[in-house]
């Protein structure tokens, strides 16, 4: 399994940016996939969550109403557009997948056995 994400970059505060994760080696409809991202010195976070092919979505709080996942099956990818970027929302932004998650392990970093190399998004005030 493969996945390949795409779209940081630097961007001023309210801007939107998208983000993409392509999936190689697993199918988008039987998978669970997430973003979490990591500021420097804290801990990786939970962001968003494509739960089992898109039955469901969920969003950390601190991203609700601004964030929103869409799910391509076709092309096995899932994308997270960001809208009205915070600086608090700086951070490397990593997907993640995995397979028979349970809901409630969906927000946990160990219950996903594949992950992309990173994208930086940077928001300045």
């Known amino acids: 399994v493969q996945l390949q994400a795409s779209g940081g970059g630097l961007v001023q505060a309210g801007d939107s940016l998208r983000l993409s994760c392509a999936a190689s080696?697993?199918?988008?409809?039987?998978?669970?996939m997430a973003w979490f991202r990591q500021a420097p010195g804290k801990e990786r976070e939970f962001v968003a969550a494509?739960?089992?092919?898109?039955?469901?979505?969920h969003y950390a709080d601190t991203v609700k109403g601004r964030f929103a996942l869409s799910g391509d099956n076709a092309k096995n990818t899932v994308n997270l557009q960001m809208n009205t970027l915070k600086p608090e929302d700086t951070a490397v932004y990593y997907c993640?997948?995995?397979?028979?998650?349970?809901?409630?392990?969906?927000?946990?970093?160990?219950?996903?056995?594949?992950w992309g190399q990173g994208t930086q998004v940077t928001v300045s005030s």
């Open positions: 993640a997948a995995g397979q028979r998650l349970i809901w409630s392990s969906m927000q946990t970093p160990q219950a996903y056995p594949y």
């Open positions: 494509f739960f089992r092919g898109g039955s469901s979505r």
């Open positions: 080696g697993l199918t988008l409809r039987s998978a669970t």
